[in-house]
């Protein structure tokens, strides 16, 4: 075998290629790159990423959803492709105005879809519930990793006991300005156990890591420090369409209390899976699961409704 062959073995594919690609223009000015994958007249997926990734946090769903979906995928302000914003330009509501302003330039009046949030993404759409264009738009959401408010203190990336040093230092290292530098054997190890279950193979935390190496410092930092003081637990009760719930038992970012509080206080959840051993980067840890519940979601809540119709 070549070294060019050794080297591509377990490599994960390049990120796939939109069919379309659009700009979003927010409430601020803020200007959001869309991508738009598979059939325009199949039934139509968003998918929000979370905080210090991108589009391509999506790929093994893309691959997956847009061979019979329409798939809408944005990235964040500051991440990806979407350029970075003023200091005063990130808060919930920034998230929320910028969704709005993605499901008005690719959809259509009136056309229903599922919306799927990871981590931050989540947090978009909770932020987004009560907004007119998700009610406009949303027949049904997946949340995925993610959590309403106090998620610094009960985070787990910190070995110590719950309390005010834990949660300090947990903040400190969360909001942290320093570098992230190249992709290294060590950076890997520190993702993978601040992110990754225990079990998360190689090829899929490389991938990971070269997502968030990936995301600029300032956008990191800046979204840090507002995610260090979310609470979005009034967005949940405004979360009325069908919502259901994916996490990863061994998430040391959010970890599984955060979905058990979510399914509680949704007002319509439709299910919680727990994957077992898996950590906080669920689409690309478990990507079957995650697909596979949101093809459940626009077979139930899309296709059956458009069929009534």
């Known amino acids: 075998m070549s070294r060019l062959m050794k080297r591509s073995v377990g490599a994960a594919p390049a990120p796939p290629v939109a069919a379309r690609e659009l700009t979003a223009v927010s409430a601020d000015g803020a200007r959001i790159h869309v991508?738009?994958?598979?059939?325009?007249?199949?039934?139509?997926?968003?998918?929000?990423?979370?905080?210090?990734?991108?589009?391509?946090?999506?790929?093994?769903?893309i691959r997956d959803l847009a061979t019979d979906h329409r798939v809408i995928a944005y990235d964040q302000r500051g991440h990806g492709r979407t350029p970075a914003v003023a200091k005063g330009g990130h808060s919930t509501q920034a998230l929320a105005d910028d969704l709005e302003a993605v499901l008005a330039t690719a959809l259509e009046p009136g056309t229903k879809a599922v919306l799927a949030g990871h981590s931050m993404g989540g947090m978009t759409l909770m932020a987004a519930a009560g907004r007119p264009k998700f009610a406009e738009h949303a027949a049904a959401v997946l949340l995925c990793s993610t959590g309403a408010s106090r998620l610094v203190a009960e985070s787990l990336v910190v070995p110590m006991r719950p309390g005010r040093a834990r949660t300090r230092i947990t903040r400190a290292i969360l909001g942290s300005r320093a570098p992230l530098g190249p992709v290294t054997p060590l950076s890997k190890r520190i993702l993978r156990y601040g992110t990754m279950g225990p079990g998360a193979a190689p090829e899929r935390i490389a991938e990971c890591a070269r997502i968030v190496h990936a995301c600029p410092r300032p956008t990191r930092v800046a979204w840090a420090h507002v995610l260090a003081e979310l609470d979005l637990d009034a967005g949940v009760r405004e979360l009325t369409v069908p919502t259901a719930v994916v996490a990863g038992t061994a998430d040391r970012l959010t970890p599984i209390v955060h979905a058990r509080a979510l399914v509680a206080a949704l007002p319509e959840c439709v299910g919680l899976v727990e994957l077992a051993g898996t950590g906080h980067m669920t689409p690309v840890e478990a990507p079957e699961a995650v697909s596979a519940r949101i093809r459940t979601l626009v077979d139930v809540y899309l296709k059956q409704k458009e069929t009534a119709v």
Do not use: I, K, N
Request: charged share 10%; proline share 7%; glycine share 8%.
């Open 35 to 61: 991508e738009l994958h598979g059939p325009e007249d199949a039934p139509a997926v968003v998918l929000s990423h979370g905080w210090t990734c991108s589009t391509h946090f999506w790929a093994a769903q």
